[in-house]
């Protein structure tokens, strides 16, 4: 666990492709926008532990998008703390289990080692623990101290969150600094046009630390890196 910002924490770890969650206390109560790829939830439950805090602290949970990698332990924290579960109305039932996440090339792109991800979704495998989602989340809603973005393109339903008065933001895997800095996964953004343009916006927040789904935060230069992923064609 990282301290971005007072109370602003990064939770990372290999599994899952470097994904990384993020876990904020504001007076107490704790909000978590993702939940890393292990099933145990265990480093989040640690952190929780860490900040002095129970699970019962964790009162809502935000899913960016129905991919594996994010979905990890959200049943565990569901079970655990009771916390109110959110998504998007386009990737809840991905997240509830009713319908699996769309399946995108196998075929090389980008990096070899974004293959067996690539693989998994096609496979669907491993599967996430299947866990229902309370409450729908869309454009200019609150989550917590957030503003809640519909930032579509890399999945249909894929959400970000801007805490505009600490200039932080989470971009999902609109963006990824693992295996490099790009604008998100090539392979798995599927709608390459609304990407580009949730790119736009997402540079157009100017925050200066921003969470990514895949790889280490951006602390050093973010609004420069967001402007330079948006200026381009999303290949
Ligand atoms: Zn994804
Ligand atoms: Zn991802």
């Known amino acids: 666990m990282i301290e971005l910002a007072p109370g602003i924490h990064s939770l990372g770890h290999g599994k899952g492709g470097r994904v990384h969650a993020f876990l904020v206390d504001t007076g ?60 998007h109305r386009w990737e809840a039932d991905i997240v509830s289990g009713d319908r699996r996440a769309q399946a995108v090339s196998i075929l090389p792109q980008q990096s070899l080692k974004l293959i067996p991800f690539q693989l998994g979704l096609w496979l669907n495998r491993p599967k996430h623990v299947p866990c229902p989602v309370d409450e729908l989340l869309d454009e200019g809603d609150r989550f917590g101290p957030f503003e809640v973005l519909h930032a579509s393109g890399h999945s249909p339903g894929h959400l970000a969150f801007s805490w505009a008065e600490r200039s932080f933001a989470i971009v999902g895997d609109a963006v990824a600094t693992w295996p490099e800095l790009c604008p998100g996964w090539h392979a798995f953004n599927l709608n390459k046009r609304q990407h580009h343009v949730s790119l736009q916006r997402l540079a157009a927040l100017e925050a200066t630390i921003v969470g990514v789904g895949h790889g280490d935060p951006i602390t050093a230069g973010a609004q420069d890196a967001l402007h330079e992923l948006a200026s381009k064609p999303v290949p």
């Open 28 to 87: 107490g109560e704790l909000s978590l926008v993702d939940t890393l790829f292990e099933n145990d939830a265990h480093l989040v439950l640690q952190a929780i532990h860490e900040l002095g805090r129970t699970p019962a602290d964790l009162k809502r949970i935000a899913i960016t998008h129905g991919h594996r990698s994010h979905l990890g332990g959200l049943a565990t924290l569901k079970r655990e703390s009771g916390a109110t579960v959110y998504a």
